[in-house]
Each structure stands twice: as structure tokens, then as C-alpha cells.
């Protein structure tokens, strides 16, 4: 369940950062070779009839982790430790945490306010979920699920299931969908980086918000 990541399209994730702003190329490492799945097959319709994109991706990011040091860094407040400029506000409760129910606001450049809730949060078997929308743009379901692979290693599977509000947003949408491999590279070296190997997110240019988060 882990390959070397490879997008289908390779002008998809030059669009999406092109859709992201400027800072979002500068800020994106190079290809990186993690140990991902490729994503899985998923729907991405748009009717003459307004029907709005709709897709979904399921890949893996592979983890130099013990499952019970991982399971907390996909969460709102956990994602400080390895993403630049991620800064959930809290909207309820009114304070940092983790746990059915939680609610707070994150903000992307070029695309708006996206409230999330948590809908999920099973440390037992080390599951989170998510959902999210940004007003007139996307919504979508995240799912994540940490597993161990020996004492010392684990692996996320990672779904996301993204529908554009609107026909400004559609083009958005099918890029993630094609660009989703890169973005879970991105997280797997994040993690790599600053949490395995302890580099400070200033010490070197970052993954940041933008590169994990659409």
C-alpha cells in the first residue's frame, strides 16, 4: 500500500498553485518521492444541467511515527507542529482541542473562510473526520485513518470527498482531484521534516496552509 506517489496530470498541480497565489508555488518543495499510494479512481461530473464537480481521492502517507505519536498531528490543533501559518480559530468550544463537536475556522489564500467540524475523533482506532465549507466555493469530508506498522512506524489513509458550490469553484475542485497525490506528498515530507527529524518550520522554506489544506 505504499508507492511512490505520481500524478496523472502534470500541469494539475502548476493550475492549482497557480489557483492558490504565488506564495503557494514558492512555499511547495519540489516533487518529493515519499512512500504514498496513488490516488484512487473517483467521480468528477459536470452536467449541462448545473450539476457541480464532485470528486474523490483516497492515498496513504507513510509515517517514521509510532501510530499513537501520529493520531494527534492530524487534528486541528496538531497540524501547528509541522504546517506554517496554520492557525485554526476556535469557534467551540472556545479553546484548543480535539474531540466530536469541535468547530473552528481556517483561511486560504485566493479562496475564503472554510468552517470545519469535527465529527469524528476515535483515538482507540485512530480515526478523525472532518467537514468542512468555504461559503460558495466547496465543501468536503476528510477522513483519516492512522494505523501502526510495527512498533515504531504508521500510515495514514487519507479521504477526501470535495463538491464545488458553485461554477467558479469547479475547476478548483477537478485540480485538487488531480493534484491530490502531490498534496499528500507534501504532508508526508512536512511530517518527515519537523516532527521525525525536528526541523523548526522556520529554519527552512515550509510546507505551509496553503500546500496541506485546499
Known amino acids: ?11 494539475a498541480s502548476d493550475d492549482l498553485r497557480d489557483r ?23 467521480a468528477t461530473v459536470a452536467t ?32 501547528r507542529r509541522w504546517v506554517a501559518g496554520w492557525d485554526p480559530c476556535y469557534v467551540h468550544p472556545n479553546n484548543p ?18 468552517t470545519w467540524i469535527q465529527t469524528r ?13 468555504v461559503p460558495d466555493h466547496h465543501a468536503a469530508m476528510v477522513e483519516v485513518q492512522v494505523i501502526p506498522e510495527g512498533e ?17 469553484a469547479d475547476d478548483f475542485v477537478r485540480a485538487f482531484g488531480e493534484a491530490f497525490d502531490d498534496y499528500l506528498g507534501d504532508w508526508a515530507e512536512a511530517i518527515r521534516r519537523h516532527i521525525v527529524e525536528g526541523v ?4 527552512t522554506t515550509p510546507t505551509t496552509a496553503d500546500d496541506v489544506m485546499p
Open 1 to 11: 500500500m505504499t508507492t511512490n506517489k505520481a500524478s496523472s496530470n502534470p500541469d
Open 20 to 42: 492558490y497565489g504565488p506564495d503557494h508555488a514558492q512555499s511547495r518543495p519540489n516533487r518529493f518521492a515519499p512512500r504514498t499510494t496513488g490516488s484512487e479512481p473517483g
Open 48 to 79: 449541462d444541467t448545473g450539476e457541480r464537480v464532485h470528486i474523490e481521492r483516497t492515498g496513504v502517507v507513510a509515517m517514521d511515527l509510532p501510530a499513537a505519536e501520529a493520531f494527534p498531528l492530524f487534528s486541528a490543533e496538531g497540524e
Open 97 to 114: 482541542g480535539a474531540g466530536e463537536g469541535v468547530i473552528f475556522r481556517t483561511t486560504n489564500k485566493g479562496v475564503g473562510t472554510a
Open 121 to 133: 475523533h476515535d483515538p482507540a482506532a485512530g480515526v478523525a473526520s472532518f467537514v468542512y465549507m
Open 152 to 168: 515504531a512506524r504508521s500510515r495514514a489513509t487519507v479521504k477526501y470527498r470535495m463538491t464545488a458550490l458553485s461554477s467558479a
Open 200 to 203: 523548526s518550520l522556520t529554519a
